[in-house]
């Protein structure tokens, strides 16, 4: 069965510094993943998914299939990229399973 | 912009009655779902229709069933609402795309209190 696995609920850091979110896949076809946020009194939107290959808001994720994780990274944190974090996972039938989310709160 | 417009913010009901979400996207997507949102368990996809008076179970269907009779509009009913159901209520919408999964755009959310 699919599932998505994000195992921080909270990530906290400093302004400035590096932020990785974790996510972890378990999927036996071909995954299509993706992170999706919540920011504060916001609907939940998409950040970015690893077919674009883009980075956005200096955020990029790299499917790794042999670890089978798509974590969400930037170099440096700012205050306003505090938010809920979604990853996803496109299964059968395009249907997406989302992971627990993981909270990120950037201090200033 | 893609508006995916879910009626009710708000609602508080008692246990048993019938609760009716209500959700309305104005792109002609094809595709509607209903997830849930709990804290820790993450969004759980309740029912989710590829086109109009089309219907699959999510995951999580027990206690639900969905209505969608045109294609802008997806209700989702709790027949009789039990406290278990309290939770956040998200609707998305999200065009047909043949190569890869298309990006799903949510409502505000809708949150249900059962006392």
């Known amino acids: 069965a699919q599932r998505v696995t994000q195992p921080e609920k909270l990530l906290s850091v400093f302004k400035g510094a590096p932020v990785e979110l974790k996510c972890n896949y378990s999927y036996s076809g071909s995954p299509e993943l993706f992170w999706y946020v919540q920011y504060s009194r916001q609907r939940l939107q998409l950040l970015l998914r690893?077919?674009s290959r883009e980075s956005i808001k200096g955020f990029t994720a790299d499917l790794n299939k042999g670890e089978t994780s798509f974590h969400l990274k930037k170099p440096f944190a700012q205050e306003e990229d505090s938010a809920m974090y979604y990853c996803?996972?496109?299964?059968?039938?395009?249907?997406?399973?989302f992971g627990a989310g993981t909270i990120l709160r950037v201090k200033s | 912009d893609v508006k995916v417009t879910q009626s009710s913010r708000y609602l508080v009901k008692r246990t048993g009655e019938k609760v009716f979400l209500e959700c309305v996207q104005d792109?002609?997507?094809?595709?509607m779902f209903w997830y849930r949102q709990d804290p820790g368990l993450g969004l759980r996809l309740i029912y989710f229709s590829y086109d109009v008076k089309m219907k699959e179970k999510g995951d999580i269907p027990e206690g639900y069933s969905v209505s969608r009779e045109k294609k802008e509009r997806f209700s989702l009913i709790l027949e009789s609402a039990s406290t278990n159901q309290t939770s956040m209520y998200l609707c998305a919408s999200r065009q047909t795309v043949v190569l890869n999964t298309g990006e799903l755009f949510f409502g505000e959310g809708s949150r249900l209190t059962v006392l």
């Open positions: 792109m002609d997507h094809e595709n």
């Open positions: 690893h077919i």
């Open positions: 996803a996972l496109s299964a059968y039938g395009n249907k997406l399973v």
